[in-house]
């Protein structure tokens, strides 16, 4: 009898990125969410604060970036939109929590599937220059 195939458990050996809420209200967006991003690689990583968002295009079959205005006006006054770029390191099995803001200025044109995407770098960045993506997947009512 051949021996088993041994899977791989590739949700213990990857950078997970998560959101405390799955699920929100289009017509109450909050203004900040909080992900977690975990390491559970081997190698020590960095990452940052910046992210973007994309949405699944069921036509197509394939996620799509949304767009972030570069301002927003409130009270008849203009602010520029501007992310605080902070870089954190994470050992292997560390994690921490980054605080997104601007999330209810997205451009949400539909509701559905959504996801945040946020890229980190392995310590030979220099040598491969390869950038490597986490999702967090969310839902919008």
């Not at 088993?4 to 969410?33: F, G, H, M, Q, W």
């Not at 560390?94 to 200025?105: C, I, K, L, P």
């Not at 959504?114 to 491969?128: A, N, S």
């Amino acid at each position: 009898m051949p021996e088993p195939i041994k899977i791989p458990d590739d949700i213990n050996s990857r950078v997970i990125l998560s959101t405390d809420t799955r699920v929100y209200e289009l017509s109450a967006l909050p203004e900040k969410i909080k992900v977690n991003i975990t390491n559970n690689t081997n190698d020590t990583i960095s990452t940052g604060a910046r992210y973007h968002i994309e949405f699944f295009d069921h036509d197509q079959c394939l996620w799509r970036k949304l767009s972030l205005p570069k301002s927003v006006t409130h009270n008849n006054k203009e602010y520029i939109l501007i992310f605080t770029d902070i870089e954190y390191t994470l050992n292997p099995g560390a994690s921490t929590n980054v605080e997104q803001g601007h999330f209810n200025h997205w451009n949400f044109f539909s509701k559905g599937r959504h996801r945040i995407v946020m890229e980190y770098i392995k310590p030979d960045f220099k040598r491969t220059n390869e950038k490597y993506k986490t999702y967090a997947e969310f839902y919008i009512e």
